[in-house]
């Protein structure tokens, strides 16, 4: 099964094509914005990369957050799109799942939610532990020694380093981003649903009065 795996969640946009567990092109850019301009040109070149035409893609991924509202908007607007012109199902994996995935065995991917608030969410090797919550730094620090109990962890996301602090003894890992590759690898797993977008909270931007 060919997957084009797509991020645009945070700081981040990433973009990978894979056959299977193989990965036969990607790219990635860390970016506070602009998303919207870089996607499309890099899904071609990913794809000219691969040696593949579009059509050739039998399913799309895409992180439907918890993330920057714009950015999410983003990748969710176009694997929309290419799912309806391609006429392929697409899969939509939650953010901090895939930051997960970069890291085996006990993992709390962590986003800075700003507000002084993380997403948080656990996993052990892939299994969730708990869902996805918005949480200040010191319950965050609480619920992560609850559910370790003492066990060795890994921190990962740009959360990880609000947590380094209270958590002296956990792996820390930085990631601005997803990574499309492990995107697409969670997708081919994946029963194909509508995309749909995950958010935590109220957005920040408030109408005028």
């Known amino acids: 099964m060919i997957v084009l795996g797509l991020d645009t969640c945070l700081s981040s946009c990433s973009v990978a094509v894979l056959d299977g567990e193989r990965v036969l092109a990607s790219a990635r850019e860390v970016m506070a914005r602009g998303h919207q301009e870089r996607l499309a040109p890099m899904a071609q070149a990913v794809m000219a990369e691969a040696g593949l035409a579009f059509d050739r893609i039998d399913r799309i991924a895409v992180t439907v957050g918890p993330g920057s509202f714009t950015g999410l908007r983003v990748g969710i607007a176009f694997g929309k799109g290419l799912a ?4 392929r199902p697409a899969v939509g994996i939650g953010t901090l799942e895939a930051l ?25 090797d892939g299994r969730p532990l708990m869902a996805p919550d918005a949480l200040s730094a010191e319950t965050a620090a609480a619920r992560i020694a609850e559910l370790s109990m003492g066990r060795a962890f ?3 996301g740009s959360g990880a380093a609000l947590l380094a602090d209270l958590m002296p003894s956990a792996q820390v890992i930085a990631a601005e981003g997803a990574d499309a590759r492990h995107v697409a690898r969670l997708a081919a797993a994946r029963t194909p649903a509508p995309l749909k977008p995950l958010y935590l909270r109220a957005p920040d931007a408030k109408l005028p009065a």
Do not use: H
């Open 84 to 87: 309806l012109a391609l006429d």
């Open 100 to 124: 997960a995935a970069e890291v085996s065995g006990l993992v709390f991917p962590a986003i800075d939610a700003r507000r002084g608030q993380l997403y948080l969410q656990a996993f052990e």
């Open 154 to 156: 890994a921190l990962v």
